[in-house]
């Protein structure tokens, strides 16, 4: 019984929240890989992108939770994040428009867009802080457990809780089909084949007869539905606060980067070991520890580091990779 109260354990506060955690960080790491493999730049302000997608998927929320509007057990936000998408892909349109298209057309360096960016990325911070405020806001509504510790508990007979978040199963099934969606798009559509060919080899693809502006036009809408999607789901299965998505910058570069930037594939895999060693090495593990070997009374938690450290944890790897692997797990065109 101590064996499968270790792996209850295990797998409620590691397990669940990695691989829930891991999908978030995917998705947001597909939407750099996207813009970095087709307009050759960093775009720092995808955290804050995720944000302002985010904030107006709530916005929306609150608005049909007052007119009496949901899902029943499900969030009212999964109603609500179409709106966020399209505010989404209109702001990033706009931005290019106005900002980036302008260097596209100087034939600027990328580290002077990626500079823009930074640039762009402090006033969507401060948009966003304006329109919501800085303080956790929470999708409260919908069934918040599919299993509760207390039920998983009275229906073992078990010592340990096993808890299932509705936010949870929503992430990772949303994930799923998203991911799913992108590469169909990609590789069985003849837009989805234009782009990854203008991403191969620009040149090329323009002799091909590949238009550039829509090439563009469409890696924004597809980076601006991945922002918000996964800005939403971090928000349902945590809680949203603009800062917070300035932070999660740092993980997000760092799974497009440990699987390869410019690669698809890659950041998805990248976003699961980042999440992962997060969780891994911030979960204080004498609880597992006291099932395994009830024997040993260790003086502290057995937590190498505190979860306030946990995006120490992301910088170490992408340090580490850059360092003795740059192209990342899968070879992707350069970090």
């Known amino acids: 019984m101590d064996l499968v109260n270790a792996l209850v354990a295990l797998t409620n506060f590691v397990l669940i929240p990695g691989a829930a955690y891991g999908a978030q960080l995917a998705l947001g790491a597909l939407g750099v890989t996207l813009i970095y ?22 916005g929306v929320t609150w608005w049909l939770q007052s007119v009496g509007v949901s899902l029943g057990p499900l969030p009212t936000a999964l109603l609500a994040m179409p709106v966020g998408i399209v505010a989404t892909i209109l702001l990033l349109l706009a931005t290019d428009r106005v900002v980036y298209r302008f260097y596209r057309k100087q ?9 823009v960016s930074i640039g762009v990325m402090f006033i969507l911070n401060g948009v966003v802080r304006i329109f919501i405020g800085t303080d956790n806001q929470v999708f409260a509504d919908g069934a918040r457990f599919v299993i509760s510790a ?4 009275e229906s073992t007979g078990l010592e340990e809780g096993l808890a299932l978040k509705v936010s949870q199963v929503i992430t990772l099934v949303t994930a799923i089909v998203t991911v799913a969606a992108l590469f169909w798009f990609l590789t069985k559509t003849r837009t989805g084949t234009s782009m990854r060919a203008y991403s191969d080899n620009e040149d090329l693809a323009l ?4 238009s550039p502006e829509r090439v563009v036009i469409i890696a924004w809408a597809l980076a601006g539905t991945l922002a918000t999607i996964a800005g939403v789901l971090y928000g349902l299965d945590k809680s949203f606060m603009p800062f917070t998505y300035f932070q999660l910058l740092l993980p997000i ?6 699987g390869g930037l410019g690669s698809p594939i890659g950041a998805i895999a990248g976003g699961f070991v980042i999440a ?13 520890q006291g099932y395994l070997l009830p024997s040993w009374q260790p003086d502290g938690l057995l ?5 306030e450290y946990k995006f120490a944890v992301s910088f170490a790897i992408l340090v580490t990779v850059l360092i003795f692997r740059p192209t990342g797990l899968f070879r992707g065109k350069s970090a």
């Open 37 to 58: 493999g087709i307009l050759r730049f960093s775009n720092f302000a995808h955290g804050d992108t995720m944000a302002f997608g985010t904030m107006v998927t709530i």
């Open 107 to 115: 034939r600027a360096a990328p580290v002077i867009l990626v500079i």
């Open 150 to 153: 207390r039920d998983f508990r």
């Open 207 to 210: 002799l091909s007869g590949i």
């Open 253 to 258: 570069f760092a799974a497009a980067i440990v």
């Open 276 to 288: 992962f060693s997060e969780v891994t090495l911030t979960y204080a593990w004498l609880k597992v």
């Open 303 to 307: 937590q190498l580091l505190a979860t």
